[in-house]
């Protein structure tokens, strides 16, 4: 597949270095030189300098032959005007855009990527798919991460081991074997900063951070079994009035709780969100660094606080103020790849990067064939598959144990008729069915091997007009 990511900025290069890694002929353009010297040397991609939204300089990056056009740079026009030309002049078979202003995404306006009109096939939002990300994991209190798959049938849970939990010290394999019964199967571990697919002789130890797939109607006794008895927030603060802390309090508005407030520094802008937000959020002006404003909100009370200022330092500070304040709760946006490893040390309990949710919804809508990428984990080592099974490839030749799964591979549920499945070593996947599956990156080429049947080429799903960032 040729490709063309118009931006080498953090989610340019992630793309474009996942998609070169999988063989894909990958160019990447950007009107900073420096930037786009960086991809060239870096990563097996051609960078080029040039105008991303000039007809020339697609021209050149190779978009008449091109399968796939994402357009990720700073400016929503220079994203929209790119797929057009892709469209309209070279024929891009698939676009994707990253649209951040607000008044792009208005609904009244989704008729304007019509096929016919700008076509985008896909748009993202990232401030959106922040806040989605947010509110799902405030639903699953405990969690460092908590992804719907397949249509809400299962879960994608992070949770830490606690100290004295019931999976303390239990292997790998013998949790596997109890899967049916528990509701979830371990599918990654993350320790001393350190990620793999767990082996089955690996013991969870307290500290350890797990990926699992779960069935959400036994969410409450898995997150037990780790350690977790936490319940719900029902008092909450956000701090930052921008677009993430504004989607984040319409979604959260409608819901019951004893208390929503928002801190916005700029009077103005607090002015305008409380009058959109109405007399469900409270809304305070001011610095959330000072401690009155922090003791007017009553931060010692909230259950969480979510900072998502557009100041990394601000949301941390503010976050371990909180805490030390008695906040059970902290969940920070870093845009900072390099800020994650401390995180932990000082307090803080679920870390939210906007790249990482911008990446995993971009690959989520550019997999080949049965494959579709649903996750992209922390860590980046790997990510969570969603794949159908084919007759014919030596996934349903025999049973999981016997499949010949590469080592990095883990099927964490089979999908059958509507039922999510949580397998053992002794389940036959059947032709038709759909598997969830965690592989690590350089075990990727393999797992796609397991998934196809030989000889035969899996074609790429068709364009399907606009999706937008909300749709499931």
């Not at 960086?38 to 991303?52: K, T």
């Not at 990654?188 to 082996?199: H, I, K, M, N």
């Amino acid at each position: 597949m040729r490709v063309i990511v118009c931006g080498a900025g953090q989610v340019g290069t992630t793309i474009a270095r996942h998609l070169a890694r999988e063989g894909n002929d990958v160019t990447v353009i950007d009107l900073d030189p420096l930037q786009a010297r960086r991809a060239d040397e870096s990563y097996d991609v051609r960078g080029m300098v040039g105008h991303a939204s000039h007809p020339e300089v697609l021209r050149e990056a190779g978009a008449e032959d091109a399968d796939l056009l994402v357009a990720v740079t700073r400016s929503d026009e220079v994203n929209m005007v790119a797929c057009q030309l892709g469209h309209s002049l070279f024929g891009v078979k698939r676009r994707i855009a990253r649209l951040r202003h607000h008044g792009y995404l208005e609904p009244i306006w989704q008729g304007l990527y019509a096929p016919d009109q700008m076509p985008i096939d896909v748009i993202i939002s990232p401030e959106r798919e922040v806040a989605r990300g947010i509110a799902r994991r405030l639903h699953a209190p405990g969690a460092f991460d908590m992804v719907p798959l397949a249509e809400g049938r299962v879960q994608l849970l992070g949770l830490e081991v606690e100290e004295g939990a019931p999976v303390a010290g239990q292997s790998v394999k013998a949790l596997r074997e109890a899967a049916a019964r528990s509701g979830f199967v371990v599918v990654a571990l993350l320790r001393e900063g350190q990620a793999s697919v767990p082996a089955g002789t690996d013991r969870l130890r307290p500290g350890d951070d797990v990926y699992m797939i779960a069935q959400p109607a036994l969410m409450h006794q898995v997150m037990a079994a780790f350690g977790h008895r936490d319940v719900a927030a029902r008092r909450l603060l956000i701090v930052g009035g921008g677009n993430v802390g504004v989607h984040l309090a319409r979604r959260l508005a409608g819901e019951s709780l004893v208390s929503l407030k928002l801190i916005e520094h700029d009077p103005q802008r607090a002015e305008a969100i409380a009058r959109e937000l109405g007399p469900k959020v409270v809304v305070l002006q001011g610095d959330a660094l000072e401690r009155d404003l922090l003791e007017e909100a009553n931060v010692g009370a909230v259950d969480t606080l979510v900072a998502v200022t557009n100041d990394d330092e601000t949301n941390i500070f503010v976050s371990v103020l909180a805490k030390r304040a008695g906040c059970r709760r902290a969940v920070t946006l870093v845009n900072k790849a390099s800020y994650e490893s401390v995180l932990d040390v000082m307090g803080i309990d679920v870390a939210v990067s906007p790249s990482a949710i911008t990446i995993s919804s971009i690959l989520r809508h550019v997999r080949r064939g049965a494959v579709a990428q649903v996750h992209r984990l922390r860590g980046d080592f790997g990510e969570v598959l969603e794949a159908e099974a084919l007759a014919g490839s030596p996934l349903v030749a025999a049973p999981l144990g016997k499949a010949g799964l590469p080592r990095g591979m883990l099927v964490g549920a089979v999908l059958r008729r509507g039922e999510a499945i949580i397998p053992d070593a002794a389940t036959q996947v059947m032709a038709g069915d759909n598997i969830i599956a965690v592989v690590a990156h350089d075990a990727l080429r393999e797992a796609e091997a397991v998934l196809s049947v030989p000889g035969q080429e899996q074609p790429q799903p068709p364009s399907q007009g606009p999706i937008a960032a909300d749709d499931p």
